[in-house]
């Protein structure tokens, strides 16, 4: 019975197709098992802020990232950040610096099989403070303050003193980056501070400036003092001038209205400033002051002296005559004009000024005095005469006399076998003068005729 079963033709059948089925699944699933694992889904990503406008010069960025990776972060290209810590599942980038502008951060992370996978990028607007021009020191002015910003931007300015806080708003910065603001601002001390918005950037504004010490001084300083020379003097040579100020101040010395010299007043309140006579004779001398805020004072009163140039020295084996006393006129001595008030020219500036400071531009101009003085407002006369003459006069008799007796010749396009316009000055025909009024003429088309009645007295032809 059992030797029967064993050798069933259908059992065995039955068993070679399930063993012919097993060897298919099993040569089916061998390339499944001998493929590589596939890579751990990436999990390296930025944290998104709260606001994409960063209102300073440097931005911390934060994110998470997979086991066993490290990370590198690029900001336009540029790599300022990488990560090489493994274990880390969060990751921090601090006092990343950035300039202003939109910018994009990009990020690479390389997984523990060696294979790499992007981070999503992560855009981001920048705009940091603008600057004020003397920064680290107290800054005296008369209420104008000037700096660099991002240029086209717009431009507050804060100042804070014993009155309180009072907000300014100021000209947009010019295309160099440079701006100025001049405030309405009582004297005392305050601490300034500005911020700027650019509008290629977005509307926000960034965050305030460091604060700068400030002394606003509206109040002018008091007129100079000159010591030496003294009125009534003549003073020999070269003459070292001196007087008083106030201690600071930027000195000038005029001498008949025209710059001599200028001089700092030292920190005792006075000044001296070497003075070479233009020529000899009666000179006006006075100075005034420019205080380091700006402000300028009144012309000290006028010193009248009288230049003369030193004796020679007496030669070899000459003995030198003792000096004589001057000898007394009968004619008294005329009383020299006084010039005009000096007009202070404004001093090239110093190192740390801008354009909005004064220049010294037309202080050396002469005054109308002056110019009366010098004869040279007759030039001015002279010369309209001679224009009147040699250019007016000529081209008016040329206009009326000679132009109308010039014919310029006609251009004639057609008709070259045209008579050419008579030149005869006689009366025009009138409507009777024709070929018919003159019977004796012969036919239209005689030469008679035509020198009869010319073309424009009748039709011969």
């Not at 950037?201 to 008091?222: L, T």
């Not at 202070?344 to 190192?351: E, G, I, Q, R, V």
Request: with cysteine.
């Amino acid at each position: 019975m059992r030797r029967r079963e064993r050798h069933d033709p259908a059992r065995r059948a039955a068993l070679h197709r399930g063993l012919a089925a097993l060897a298919i699944a099993a040569t089916a699933a061998l390339p499944l098992a001998l493929a590589p694992a596939a890579p751990a889904a990436a999990a390296a990503a930025f944290d998104v802020p709260p606001s994409d406008f960063v209102a300073g010069s440097s931005v911390t960025l934060t994110g998470s990232k997979d086991a066993g990776s490290t990370l590198v972060i690029r900001r336009d290209g540029e790599v300022v950040c990488t990560i090489t810590d493994p274990d880390a599942l969060a990751w921090q980038c601090s006092g990343i610096a950035v300039p202003n502008g939109v910018h994009e951060f990009t990020g690479e992370e390389m997984l523990a099989d060696a294979s790499t996978a992007p981070l999503p990028p992560l855009t981001l607007r920048v705009l940091a403070a603008p600057a004020i021009d003397g920064g680290g020191a107290a800054v005296i002015t008369t209420g104008l303050f000037s700096g660099t910003a991002e240029p086209g931007a717009s431009i507050q300015l804060q100042a804070t003193g014993s009155a309180g806080t009072t907000m300014h708003t100021c000209p947009d910065a010019l295309g160099s980056g440079y701006w100025s603001c001049a405030v309405d601002l009582a004297s005392g001390s305050y601490q300034v501070r500005a911020r700027q918005s650019s509008p290629p950037i977005g509307p926000e504004y960034s965050d305030y400036s460091a604060a700068v010490a400030a002394v606003v001084d509206r109040a002018p300083p008091r007129a100079p003092t000159i010591t030496s020379p003294r009125p009534g003097t003549t003073p020999l040579g070269a003459v070292t001038a001196r007087g008083g100020g106030e201690r600071g101040a930027l000195l000038q010395l005029f001498i008949d209205g025209a710059l001599a010299c200028e001089t700092r007043v030292s920190s005792s309140g006075s000044w001296e400033c070497p003075v070479r006579w233009p020529s000899t004779g009666d000179f006006t001398v006075q100075a005034l002051q420019r205080d380091r805020a700006g402000n300028f004072s009144a012309a000290s009163p006028r010193v009248q002296v009288r230049y003369e140039p030193p004796a020679a020295p007496p030669r070899e084996g000459q003995a030198s005559e003792a000096p004589r006393e001057p000898e007394q006129s009968a004619t008294p001595t005329p009383t020299p004009i006084q010039p005009d008030e000096p007009r202070p020219p404004t001093p090239a500036p110093p190192l740390g000024v801008n354009w909005g400071t004064p220049t010294g531009f037309g202080g050396s101009l002469p005054t109308a005095s002056e110019v009366l003085e010098r004869g040279g407002w007759l030039v001015a006369p002279l010369a309209g005469l001679a224009y009147l003459v040699l250019v007016a006069l000529p081209l008016r008799a040329f206009v009326t006399h000679v132009r109308p007796r010039l014919r310029r010749p006609r251009l004639a396009l057609t008709g070259r076998n045209r008579a050419p316009p008579s030149t005869s000055r006689s009366r025009p025909c009138s409507r009777r003068a024709s070929w018919r009024s003159a019977p004796s003429a012969g036919p239209r088309s005689s030469p008679r005729c035509r020198a009869a009645w010319p073309a424009r007295c009748g039709t011969c032809a």
